[in-house]
């Protein structure tokens, strides 16, 4: 049984690989999601007060630094601000002096952890956040289409590009056997069940060398789980029983290597797509993977879809949580919430036309 679930895992890398490459090709061309979104506009500043919120552990943070205040000091603007985070504080203060300081926009500069931490704080506020992916997932930034590869194009587009809106979600997870309560705001996907397992067990030294594929050796690990009892709440609907063993709630659905995990997830539509997988056997899981790597539109019986603008999930076994990546504890009750057009974010479309703005106006 061993030996077959590695085949079975070694043939799955294989066409994920395969399927990766062809399907950031595909993303080259204009995304069918595009269709929802919102034109997006100038920010219409020849000027603009820059603030840095910067994870200085990431490989490279002193590039980045460079890069920005280079860019700023070439348009003629006053000298950016930086604020670095630290263990204790992740950015939740850094990006509150960011925003007391009068900037107009707040760069995000680290990993997922430290943009969904910016985002929590500047949601609401009409301040832009600009996205420099340091980190190994950098998920936002795939979904708005930055070249997550390219820290100069990133860094111009945070500084010059446009910006549009889109929608956060925030989820509170109460865990009824020890009294905890949190709540997490993210922007792409969260989970409960075995998704959230597997985030929690990656190994850190296998993430750092060979990125986000690490999470392949962590879900080999925990694909023999089983299916948990829950109840399933959405909007003003009655509760249904299911017995599950992952559930995600989509804001947005592009994961590294050009997958379109959840392709009917529109990140400015404020509805959540909530993927509800029940697989009894390694069959099931490699059914879903084949119909989301093939983008195949038949039904099946472990997988299903919903779109809802608020949703709570109830068991009475704890089970693990994560947002957008990273660990949010275990929970017995978890409520997730779309909050629509609450995040102004910087993205790359104008962004040669807007930085010869800022130049000229400078001049």
């Excluded at 704080?121 to 590869?149: D, K, S, Y």
Aim: hydrophobic share 45%; glycine share 10%; net charge neutral.
């Amino acid at each position: 049984m061993r030996d077959w679930l590695l085949y079975l895992v070694i043939a799955g890398v294989l066409a994920f690989a395969v399927s990766s490459w062809w399907g950031v090709r595909r993303l080259k061309a204009k995304h069918t999601r595009s269709a929802v979104w919102e034109e997006t506009h100038s920010p219409g500043l020849g000027r603009q007060k820059v603030a840095v919120v910067l994870n200085p552990i990431k490989a490279r943070s002193a590039e980045t630094r460079g890069l920005v205040e280079s860019a700023c000091a070439a348009a003629g603007w006053e000298p950016p601000r930086f604020f670095e985070t630290t263990a204790e504080d992740p950015g939740f203060s850094q990006a509150r002096a960011a925003v007391d300081s009068g900037a107009d926009v707040v760069l995000a500069g680290g990993g997922d952890g430290t943009v969904r931490v910016v985002a929590e704080v500047l949601a609401g506020t009409g301040t832009a956040m600009g996205l420099i992916p340091l980190g190994t997932g950098n998920l936002l930034a795939r979904n708005v289409h930055l070249e997550v590869n390219d820290l100069q194009g990133t860094v111009e587009a945070a500084l010059f590009g446009h910006q549009r809106f889109i929608d956060t979600a925030r989820m509170t997870v109460e865990n009824s056997r020890t009294g905890a309560s949190a709540q997490h705001t993210f922007l792409v996907i969260a989970g409960m069940g075995m998704d959230a397992e597997v985030v929690g067990d990656t190994l850190d030294g296998l993430k750092k060398t060979v990125g986000w594929l690490a999470y392949t050796e962590a879900w080999v690990r925990h694909l023999a789980g089983r299916r948990k009892k829950v109840s399933i709440a959405l909007d003003d609907q009655p509760e249904q029983t299911r017995k599950i063993r992952s559930i995600l709630f989509a804001n947005c659905g592009l994961i590294p290597g050009g997958i379109d995990f959840i392709p009917q997830a529109m990140i400015d539509d404020g509805m959540l797509d909530v993927v509800v997988m029940s697989p009894r056997s390694a069959i099931g899981w490699l059914a879903m993977y084949t119909k989301i790597v093939l983008k195949h539109k038949k039904d099946l019986p472990v997988m299903t879809y919903y779109r809802s603008g608020k949703v709570t999930i109830q068991c009475s076994e704890p089970m693990a949580t994560q947002v957008d990546g990273d660990p949010s504890g275990e929970a017995t009750k978890v409520t997730v919430q779309v909050a629509p057009g609450s995040l102004l974010v910087r993205v790359k479309e104008g962004t040669e036309a807007a930085r010869s703005a800022a130049g000229e106006a400078a001049g």
